[in-house]
Each structure stands twice: as C-alpha cells, then as structure tokens.
C-alpha cells in the first residue's frame, strides 16, 4: 500500500466525519442492556460563531462522550442552539435599520417574521462549524429553546410555578438596560471600577441661611430627590429633625429625615434620596413614605419630570446639571472619584436602577435542594473551590425578574381585562377568555375583551429546563428517553454562568424531577493569550478558529487547546499547541506507515522474545489506561 509519509487531515477528516454520520455511530436510543452517558450541550446563542471558548468546551465535552462510547456505554451528546432574546432581537433591529426599517414602526407579527427569517439563515451557521470540529453529537435529536416542543414546557413551568405562588408579578426596582430598553436580572450586570467625579453640592434649609452638603456622582438625578438623608446618630445635624432643603435647580421642597442606613463616616454624612434611581434609595423610600419622581425615559433620556434637560442623554445632562450648580452657586468642589459601575452583560450599557412592573420568581424555597445537593458532594463540581462561590449566592439569592421587554422570546402567558390591571395566566386566547369569565363572573366577554401581556420572559427561562426539556416534557412527560438519559451525567460550562444557568438548571431539576440534572459540573478556564488578555475581535488577539482548523486540523486544535486547559483555571492559549497537536497526529499517521509496511509471515513459530515483547507491550499499555482512568 503507497501511503502518503506526511498526514494530511483536509483529506481525512471532512471524509471520516461524514462516514461516522452515514453510519449512524452518534446515534443513541434507549436499551435497557446498556448503561446510559448523557451530555447536553450548553446551546450557543443562535447569534454566535465559533469561537475559542466554544472550541475548549465542546472539545472536552467530544472527549468526555467519546470515551463512554469506547467504554461500552450508551452514550448520547444532545446538540440545541438558544433564542437569545435580546442578542437576536438587537441583531435583527440593526439589519432593519440597514434596510430603511424601523422596528418601532411594526407591529409584533411584522417584526416576529424577520426574526424568524433571521433565525433560519443564520442560527445554525455554529452547529455547522461545531461538525467541522468533530463534535460527535446525535444531530437529529438538535433542540431550540423556542421550537414547538421547548415552548410548550416554558408555558407549562411558567403557569405551574404561578398557581403555586412562586411566581408573582409586582411594582419593583429593576436593572433597567437603556440601550435594549428591556429591564435584566442582578446576575446579567457586570460591575466594574470605573472613574468618575464626585461632586459636593450644597442644599439650603429652608427659611435658614444654612445649607447642608452632599456628595454625589450622578448631579443630574438631584432633579428626582424628594428627601436628604443623615444618621440618627450624628450629633452635626440633630438640629435639624423636622426640618426641610430645597433641592437645587428645581428649588422643591423636601424633607431632612434619619436613618441608620447612613455611613456617618462617608462623605459629608448625608445623602441625597432619588428613590426612583437607586436601590437603596428605594428601600429608605418605602421606608419612610416617600414620593417617587422617575425622571428618565426608557432610553436614558430626561423626561417632562426632570423640569429641566428634558429630551438630553443622562450622561450629557449630567454636565449639564454640574453647570447650573456652578452657576447657581451650589457646587461646593468636584473630585476625582472611582466608582463600582453596573453594565449590562448583554450590550455594556450602563445599567439605570428603575422602578417598573415586572413578573418575578421567587427563589428561596427553589433555592434550598439546589444549595444542599451541592454542598453535599451529591452534584460534583470540578474544581471543588467553585463551591464557596456558590454557596455564597445561593444564601444571598434575590428574586428573579423574568420578565422582559422585547418581542423575540416566550411571550408571558397573562391575559388582561381591557380597562382594568385584572389578569388570569393560561395557555392560550381561549383558556385565558374561559377563566375570565368565570373570574369576572360575565359569561358575554369575547376575545376583544381580553389581551395578552407585551412582555417575554427571560431567556435564562427556558434554558434552566434544558436537561430535562431536550428529551421530555417538563409536566407530565411521556417518552422513555427522559426515564432513561436524566440525569445526565456531565456538564461542561464556563464559571461565570454559574448562577445565570447551572444554578437555575439544579433548582429546575429538583423541583420537577426531584432528581440533580446531572453528577459532575466541569468549570473551564478563560481562554486568554500569551499576555494574559481574554481573546476577543475587538483586540484583534483571537484567531479565527475554521483558520486554525484549515491549517492545523480538527485534531491538532484539539490536541493544542487540551495541553493548555486545567479545570476552572484560565488558559493561555499559544498557536504553538496547536502545531505540536498536529505534529502528534503525524506521528500516528507515520506509526500507521510503519505498521501497514510490516510484512506477516503466518507459516513462521512465534519465537519466545516476540511473545514476551507483545506480553510486556500489553502491561505497558494496561499500566496507561489505569493512569489516564485515574487522571479522568
């Protein structure tokens, strides 16, 4: 046989990956006689490409599934992609704006086709260049979070978890994303030290030739104050219970009131109190009854209620507002200040606190069997130390704002009462006109009596049942496959959605199935360059990774991201593995030269020396297979 002495893997492996799939070798079927391995995919964004952080978890995750198989197992890696709701619908609003079209000037329908038309052409392009990697998913089992099946089990968990009280929709303070103009959860915000300016800014008392100072960094929201603030305990300013200022710019009266929330050490010790644009603002708000002025629009815009920049940005009417302090002779001094800034995950804008009606999920007793079953060692994470990070938020869990303003997702199923703030929560248009007439005791209601809520529910909402949700139903499931593959047995994910998804998929596991969604949790690393930054396009220091894989093989990238990838710690990536991985492909393919050039000679006796060296070459080879089974 005339082998070619230099491997070449554009030959073989488009080759050998589309025999594997005629053949069926990824398949797998419930078999009573097999012991089952189950993986589910994280779903990448149907916005998303491949990139390096793709390429290190879905190579381990082929690792993982391809040695159950050689095992014997069952084995069974389940492929899906995520709607992605504000990714996707922000894509699709940038394309019709290159096309003249503004999605303000659509109706829900209109709008839902493009995205659905977006969806088609390019959802799938990731899945496609995850078969370029080798990825040995079952890909006619491939699930979306909002395809018909996946769908059903949202609304169904959504109107379960609402007649049992978890969920309830109420008037709270959000993280409020001014750019997709949707409000997102506290988990979907990266704080970050940023610099700012602090500025001291003086409030007369009233009927008094006093003023009291107060440090902020924001001058414009002085336009939404409706107290100043001081600790009870501060002996500067007990003179004045009772009292009011007037707050500069707008000259509106409001009160001086105590609370111990205030630091007497920080600043001057007293604090202007917006409840609308600050959590804790808020909090002392209710508190202490007081009026809420929400002076912003939607996009981060100064409303009729500011009084004053109306129509400007925030971050203009702020230089704006330090200005007219100036002028007026209030501004005291501004500082250089670095301050912890919230931006929204999904598109860095920065995020507004803002006060909104919103659908929650309450946590805490969701939370419990989530926490326990880890702390226990029931669900194994790896690296162990990821644990305490855990723990910490799952003792601290707030409650879940599901909702969101968007059209692209699972829209809530809540039917209002034209008229009124009443609403029943079904299924569809008729249950929901069927409850509602009972619960408004009127018999003659008709459709055009009733209309659905705008809102769509977070997309976490529909991944946390992906484990569960890819084989079944979520209630009252009817095939085997859910009996068989659940729990699965390995996920592999990066450690900042720790608390977005893997949480919420434990908590989803034990309250509808009573049983952990999977054994072992692997945590990846970041994948960094050689100068410790993470790879992105923007730094230009990310390859593009069909390039590596034209250039050094599926194989030799694989090879290359794995000798550079310990668990839960960030990983330098160097093209040099890469070249190395391909360099140990040859060697394979150069060790196959040698062994197909080997001429057999069946009439010859085996001579002892032969036996012993084949004897030895067994032990050496058990001897690695007990080390590697110890290593995974």
């Not at 070619?4 to 005629?22: F, G, H, R």
């Not at 909104?356 to 790896?382: C, G, R, T, Y």
């Not at 194989?555 to 093209?575: H, T, Y």
Request: charged letters at 30%; glycine letters at 6%; hydrophobic letters at 35%.
């Amino acid at each position: 046989m005339n082998i070619a002495s230099k491997y070449d893997p554009v030959q073989t492996e488009d080759k050998w990956y589309q025999y594997w799939m005629e053949k069926g070798f990824f398949k797998a079927e419930p078999d009573s006689s097999k012991e089952p391995y189950s993986i589910v995919i994280p779903p990448p964004n149907v916005t998303g490409v491949l990139h390096m952080g793709h390429m290190l978890n879905n190579t381990i995750q082929d690792v993982l599934v391809r040695r159950a198989r050689m095992k014997g197992k069952n084995a069974l890696w389940v492929p899906g992609t995520d709607h992605a709701s504000i990714a996707t619908e922000a894509k699709v609003v940038a394309l019709l704006k290159t096309k003249g079209i503004d999605k303000n000037k659509l109706s829900r329908d209109e709008f839902l086709e493009h995205a659905w038309e977006w969806k088609e052409k390019h959802g799938g392009i990731i899945l496609e260049q995850l078969k370029k990697l080798g990825a040995s998913c079952d890909w006619d089992r491939t699930c979306f979070t909002m395809d018909e099946e996946r769908s059903e089990s949202v609304l169904d968990v959504f109107i379960d978890l609402y007649n049992k009280g978890k969920i309830y929709r109420g008037y709270r303070m959000v993280n409020w994303d001014p750019q997709a103009k949707t409000a997102v959860s506290d988990e979907e915000v990266i704080h970050t030290e940023e610099q700012s300016k602090l500025y001291y800014v003086q409030y007369k008392i009233e009927d008094s030739s006093d003023c009291i100072t107060i440090a902020t960094t924001r001058p414009e929201t002085i336009l939404g104050d409706t107290a100043v603030c001081v600790n009870p305990n501060d002996e500067r300013y007990q003179h004045l219970k009772g009292k009011q200022v007037i707050v500069p710019m707008v000259e509106r009266p409001v009160p001086i009131i105590f609370d111990e929330y205030v630091d007497v050490e920080f600043g001057t010790g007293a604090l202007k109190i917006t409840p609308a644009h600050d959590e804790n603002d808020y909090e002392i708000g209710k508190r202490h009854k007081l009026q809420t002025i929400d002076i912003f629009t939607d996009d981060g815009k100064l409303n009729d209620k500011a009084q004053l920049f109306i129509g400007e940005d925030r971050f203009d009417a702020r230089k704006m507002a330090a200005e007219k302090l100036e002028q007026l002779g209030c501004l005291v001094k501004v500082e250089d200040y670095i301050n912890k800034v919230g931006r929204s995950e999904r598109t860095n804008a920065v995020i507004e606190p803002k006060v909104s009606i919103q659908w929650f999920l309450d946590m805490k007793e969701l939370a419990a069997p989530a926490l326990e079953n880890v702390m226990n060692d029931n669900i194994h994470f790896h690296p162990p130390k990821f644990k305490n990070t855990y723990r910490h938020w799952m003792e601290n869990v707030k409650d879940w704002c599901i909702s969101r303003q968007l059209w692209w997702g699972h829209r809530i199923p809540a039917y209002y009462i034209k008229g009124t703030e009443d609403f029943v929560v079904a299924k569809n248009p008729e249950e929901a006109l069927g409850l509602t007439k009972v619960k408004q005791n009127n018999p003659n209601l008709t459709m055009a009596d009733i209309y659905q809520d705008e809102d769509v529910l977070d997309t976490w909402f529909s991944s946390w049942l992906w484990p569960i949700s890819v084989f079944d139903k979520v209630i009252e499931p009817e095939k085997e496959d859910l009996n068989y593959f659940y729990p699965t047995d390995d996920l592999v994910t990066a450690p900042e959605i720790l608390f977005f998804w893997v949480a919420r998929m434990i908590m989803a596991g034990y309250e509808y199935r009573g049983e952990k969604p999977f054994k072992n949790v692997y945590l990846t690393g970041i994948v960094r360059d050689k100068q410790r930054r993470k790879m992105s396009k923007s730094l230009g220091n990310s390859p593009e990774p069909l390039e590596l894989i034209k250039q050094y093989g599926a194989d030799g990238v694989r090879v290359g991201m794995l000798l550079c990838s310990p668990a839960g710690n960030d990983l330098l990536f160097d093209e040099n593995l890469t070249e190395q991985g391909r360099n140990f492909g040859n060697k394979i393919w150069n060790a196959f030269r040698l062994v197909k050039s080997w001429e057999i000679d069946y009439s010859i006796e085996q001579p002892e020396y032969a036996q012993a060296a084949i004897t030895w070459f067994e032990e050496k080879i058990n001897q690695s297979i007990i080390q590697i089974e110890d290593h995974y």
